[in-house]
Each structure stands twice: as structure tokens, then as C-alpha cells.
């Protein structure tokens, strides 16, 4: 798996069961806009990662961190605080 920055926030936004147009209003941006960050359209500053991150609840080292994150919890070596952040 090598996925791009905004395929993992997709990802995370999915897992917590949120949608585009909820992310979207609190960016005050358009869904379209959010939809071409997600596609990676769109390069993403440090600052709208970090509010993304914020409503996401997760730390922006952790959306960079995700594909490891995730292949150590599959094999049950990952620290529970990194996954606990990610599926919550």
C-alpha cells in the first residue's frame, strides 16, 4: 500500500463515518474543493492539514504515519494509542 496524503485523510474520514460536506462547511470550503483534496488535485498546506487533522481528531504525524499504523495493527504491533486515535 503507498497511499498519497489525501487518500489518507479520505481513509480516516471513512473510518470515522463522516462525510465530505461535513468536513467541507467547517473548512468553509466546497465539497468539490474537499473532494479534490482527498484526489490529491489539490496540494495541501500545513495549515489546512492541520485543520482537517483537528476535526478529524487525529495528529497530522499520525495521517502520515497511517499505512504503518495500519499494517502494525494487523499484526498486533502497533501502540494502542496510535489506533485507538485513528478509529475514534
Do not use: H
Not at 478529524?56 to 502497533?78: D, G, H, W, Y
Amino acid at each position: 500500500m503507498n497511499l498519497k496524503l489525501g487518500e489518507r485523510i479520505r481513509l480516516i474520514r471513512i473510518i470515522k463515518g463522516l462525510n465530505r460536506k461535513e468536513i467541507a462547511s467547517i473548512l468553509d470550503i466546497s465539497v468539490e474543493a474537499y473532494r479534490k483534496i482527498e484526489s490529491g488535485q489539490t496540494i495541501i498546506t500545513n495549515f489546512r492539514l492541520e485543520q482537517i487533522c483537528d476535526y478529524l481528531k487525529v495528529k497530522p504525524k499520525k495521517v502520515q504515519r497511517l499505512e504503518q499504523i495500519l499494517a502494525e495493527s494487523i499484526f498486533k504491533e502497533t501502540d494502542d494509542e496510535d489506533e485507538r486515535e485513528i478509529m475514534e
